[in-house]
């Protein structure tokens, strides 16, 4: 510790060339090896700035800027670690004392001081703050490890939760670039209803796990050809119950947020949907939202079983289904923005 206190910076601010010389050579006696003088006390803050000092030895009795405005200058850049200041001032008074701690001195030496009474505040001062900014530092050290270990974390539960979302569109012969297309067209409507940059990206990753209940459809079901049976249709729309228990028990905002899709993407605005019969604004909106792109992209891709449907053919049918299937204002957002919307079934084709 006597090393780095010795290594410390001090800074001391006196109109008194020959008070300053005396604190300098009394200082540096001592070992300190940064001392720094101030005459000019309008020049404080910045030589504050300059410095960052870890203790500052101030005069009260200035021209232009007494010590007390000095104090209200430096105390009003708000930092997180301010260095202690020490007063030293011809001033006896209890008023000066008070007035001087009340506004955030730490201690108060009167002149003619007795060298080494200062020297040991000096030291104990200097201690205290440099413990106290190792430990701050310490604390942005670890702060800055979990921030990283955090963000590590986040990119691996998104990494598995999107290929376990990915996996299911393929095990429905889906491609990976129908997710690609369903979750940015998700994120142009959430733009274009105004959501803050965080929740339109929370849209982004979670949107790709809708379909994750098909994981647990079985591949008879999932894979035929034909037109299934009411039986078999039953089964197929427990998908959606079973992507929501999938990504259950997790209370992180993407997980929330991906569960609500998963579960409520195929509800219908009229309330005919699945599995709840959910209606209008019972349906959470992200769940209004991945619906509408889910069906476009889903009717204008090709599949072993069908035909894309044309563009045309497609908006035709978001009109038509605008307050029946889907909710009529993010219809029309989404008819307001076809352009934007082809330019994604583009940039993610399959």
Not at 35 to 48: I, M, W
Not at 138 to 147: D, K, T
Not at 186 to 198: F, I, N, P, T
Request: hydrophobic share 40%; aromatic share 6%.
């Amino acid at each position: 510790m006597e090393e780095i206190r010795h290594n410390s910076v001090i800074l001391a601010i006196d109109d008194n060339p020959t008070n300053l010389k005396l604190l300098h050579r009394l200082l540096s006696a001592r070992g300190y090896q940064n001392v720094h003088l101030l005459s000019d006390s309008r020049e404080a803050v910045n030589t504050f700035l300059d410095l960052q000092p870890d203790l500052i030895l101030l005069d009260i009795n200035m021209p232009d800027l007494d010590g007390f405005e000095v104090m209200d200058a430096l105390f009003a850049l708000n930092l997180k670690l301010m260095p202690p200041i020490v007063i030293i001032s011809a001033q006896q008074s209890i008023e000066s004392t008070l007035t001087a701690l009340r506004k955030g001195a730490r201690d108060y030496v009167s002149k003619p001081f007795e060298k080494n009474e200062l020297l040991m505040r000096v030291q104990n001062l200097l201690d205290a703050h440099l413990a106290h900014k190792m430990l701050n530092d310490q604390a942005q050290v670890l702060e800055q490890m979990v921030n990283h270990r955090t963000k590590e974390l986040h990119s691996t539960r998104l990494s598995v939760v999107q290929r376990l979302g990915m996996a299911a569109e393929y095990k429905d012969e889906e491609t990976g670039n129908h997710i690609l297309r369903m979750s940015h067209i998700c994120m142009l409507l959430a733009q274009q209803l105004g959501w803050s940059d965080y929740r339109c990206k929370l849209l982004l990753h979670a949107s790709p796990m809708h379909d994750i209940g098909k994981i647990g459809i079985p591949d008879s079901i999932l894979l035929k050809e034909g037109p299934l049976d009411p039986q078999q249709w039953e089964i197929m729309k427990t998908h959606a119950q079973i992507g929501g228990e999938l990504l259950g028990g997790d209370n992180s905002d993407l997980m929330i947020m991906a569960r609500s899709i998963a579960l409520t993407h195929h509800e219908k605005y009229n309330g005919t949907g699945y599995p709840h019969g959910l209606q209008q604004e019972e349906i959470p909106i992200e769940g209004r939202i991945a619906a509408i792109a889910d069906v476009y992209d889903a009717l204008t891709s090709a599949r072993p079983y069908k035909q894309a449907w044309s563009t045309e053919a497609a908006l035709n049918y978001i009109k038509e289904q605008s307050g029946q299937h889907f909710d009529p204002t993010i219809a029309e957002i989404f008819l307001s923005n076809v352009q934007h919307v082809l330019h994604i079934k583009n940039r993610f084709q399959d």
